[in-house]
């Protein structure tokens, strides 16, 4: 059974910290992704890397950054939470698409993410 | 500049009816069409997909109906049932973008019993 996992349900951080996000992926998949979910907005994306240590910009990037040192693994970073990043973070992996394989993206069960 | 559209926010649908949930493209580039479905507190999970070579696929009770030439597609589930109420989002790719896949803003379906 395909697993992707994230290291917090719910997290509350203050203003100004330093939060990391953690995915792990089971499935040998190359692209892992990070979005983040506002009402009235859907998925945004924030990140993705489709191998290890390469990593894309997504649509919103700003504030945060990314690291994959391992396939398994993607990591995503605030810098300095803001209280406008309050939000649900969503990871997703997937194979890449030259495998034939069709696009579909899986996702972990979120974070929801509070900065006060 | 939203380039995948669900312009219903919300849906209701009595339990054995048909649900139909709308979503509109822009981008002619998009060939590969996606149908997730959230609960609360959960990711999403895949429902059904559809290449742009065909105009209909089938799973069950879930049915994705592709208009190319209206950059229009719709999800049909009969009968809907009390379980099916959550948000279900549309997602499209285009073989030029890679693997991203980009999101409508989902669309709340509430099945009654």
């Known amino acids: 059974d395909v697993k992707v996992t994230q290291s917090s349900r719910y997290l509350v951080k203050r203003t100004g910290e330093k939060v990391f996000l953690e995915c792990v992926q089971d499935m040998d998949h190359e692209n892992m992704f990070w979005y983040r979910q506002d009402p009235g907005l859907g998925l945004r994306l924030i990140y993705f890397s489709y191998d290890v240590k390469m990593k894309e910009k997504g649509d919103i990037p700003e504030g945060y950054s990314v690291s994959r040192e391992k396939k398994e693994r993607f990591s995503l970073i605030l810098e300095s939470a803001s209280t406008n990043q309050t939000s649900m973070y969503l990871c997703?992996?997937?194979?890449?698409?030259?495998?034939?394989?069709?696009?579909?993206?899986?996702f972990g069960p979120g974070t929801r993410l509070t900065v006060l | 500049d939203q380039q995948v559209k669900q312009n219903s926010p919300s849906l209701s649908v009595q339990e054995g009816r048909i649900s139909i949930l709308n979503c509109d493209y822009t981008?002619?580039?998009?060939?590969?069409f996606l149908w997730y479905k959230k609960y609360p507190a959960e990711g999403p999970t895949f429902l059904i997909s559809?290449?742009?070579?065909?105009d209909k696929n089938e799973d069950g009770r879930f049915t994705v109906f592709l208009n190319k030439s209206a950059k229009h597609l719709s999800l049909h589930i009969v009968p809907s049932q009390p379980g099916d109420s959550a948000v279900y989002f549309c997602?499209?790719?285009?073989?030029?973008?890679?693997?991203?896949?980009?999101f409508g803003a989902g669309t709340i379906l509430r099945v009654k019993s």
């Open positions: 981008n002619s580039m998009f060939d590969y």
């Open positions: 997703a992996s997937s194979y890449q698409v030259y495998r034939g394989a069709a696009n579909e993206q899986f």
């Open positions: 559809i290449s742009s070579i065909k």
């Open positions: 997602a499209a790719s285009a073989r030029e973008y890679g693997n991203k896949l980009v």
